[in-house]
């Protein structure tokens, strides 16, 4: 499976973004993809996950305000994150794996990723 994350960009707090992840070479339905983000000199940190029977998760920072979504017959999965502040600055990764457990918010539990895309939030 191979990922392409995109969208990211320099945005003033309050304005909203949408970040694209194309997804390659899938082979099954049983599939989980995730939204992860790392800020400088910080640990890899769950965003968003989505589950294959549809189920969706969210950080608690982000609840309410990002959306997870996917578009099966494009391939694509998306973050659209509203009302952004400085501290979701960071580089975003999309991520996935087959299956799924209750592991699904630890960055190792995942197989594939994306390269990442800068997002910066100025105040």
């Known amino acids: 499976v191979q990922l392409q994350a995109s969208g990211g960009g320099l945005v003033q707090a309050g304005d909203s973004l949408r970040l694209s992840c194309s997804v390659a070479g899938r082979a099954s339905n049983d599939y989980a993809a995730a939204w992860f983000r790392q800020a400088p000199d910080k640990e890899r940190e769950f965003v968003a996950a989505r589950r294959s029977n549809g189920a969706l998760y969210y950080a608690d920072s982000v609840r309410e305000r990002f959306i997870f979504s996917r578009d099966n017959a494009k391939n694509m999965v998306y973050l659209q994150m509203n009302s952004l502040r400085p501290e979701d600055t960071a580089v975003y990764y999309c991520?996935?794996?087959?299956?799924?457990?209750?592991?699904?918010?630890?960055?190792?539990?995942?197989?594939?990723w994306g390269q990442g895309t800068q997002v910066t939030v100025s105040s």
């Open positions: 991520a996935g794996r087959y299956g799924w457990n209750v592991q699904y918010t630890a960055a190792n539990w995942y197989t594939y």
